[in-house]
T-cell receptor, first 113, second 112 residues
């Protein structure tokens, strides 16, 4: 079993829809949680960064972390065709392995105009 | 400020050969990490360098190695290439250990 599980999709929704992306994890030492977006033939770019449990909002994006359930989510409101990409969750314990990000498999998202 | 640059962008090698990939971090960034991305395994951590020293290593065989120079530029080397080494190799830099990592575009390695 992988440390981080993410539904690979693909996920296809109409423009303007609310998108929900999720990851579960097994390592209770994880404290820092990230969402990256990766366009085809590009490297991942950081979207959201959250420490411990709680919510964080940035424009159309909201990240939620529930450490008690070992579950994190990314919500995209008013989705746009330009949001079509692969979304990767990543996490780290921030201690000895501070730089070692553990990634989910990635969810391929398509927003249809 | 320029982002992380990786060279070459594409590489084709045959089994048994060795390869060296290069990464130039964002100016001022001192930590460089390397990741391997494949369709089957996703993104996996290879190793991290800070102040020219390897600080952390993932679960990869000894054929995978790296180094960092005094200007923070980094190289990774894969010896005795296998078909399964075909992947996108990504480099990420950060200002310091534990800080946000910024990824380069990657080097796509194909092993024939």
């Amino acid at each position: 079993q992988k440390e981080v599980e993410q539904d690979p999709g693909p996920l296809s929704v109409p423009e303007g829809a609310i998108v929900s992306l999720n990851c579960t994890y097994s390592n209770s030492a994880f404290q820092y949680f990230m969402w990256y977006r990766q366009y085809s033939r590009k490297g991942p770019e950081l979207l959201m960064y959250t420490y411990s449990s709680g919510n964080k909002e940035d424009g159309r994006f909201t990240a939620q972390v529930d450490k008690s359930s070992k579950y994190i989510s990314l919500f995209i409101r008013d989705s746009q065709p330009s949001d079509s990409a692969t979304y990767l969750c990543a996490m780290t314990d921030g201690i000895q392995g501070a730089q070692k990000l553990v990634f989910g498999q990635g969810t391929r998202l398509t927003i249809n105009p | 400020k320029a982002g992380v640059t990786q060279t070459p962008r594409y590489l084709i090698k045959t089994r048994g050969q060795q390869v060296t990939l290069s990464c130039s971090p964002i100016s001022g960034h001192r930590s460089v990490s390397w990741y391997q991305q494949t369709p089957g395994q996703g993104l996996q951590f290879l190793f991290e360098y800070f102040s020219e020293t390897q600080r952390n290593k993932g679960n990869f065989p000894g054929r995978f190695s790296g180094r960092q120079f005094s200007n923070s530029r980094s190289e990774m080397n894969v010896s005795t290439l296998e078909l399964g080494d075909s992947a996108l190799y990504l480099c990420a830099s950060s200002l310091a250990r534990g800080a946000t990592q910024y990824f380069g575009p990657g080097t796509r390695l194909t092993v024939l």
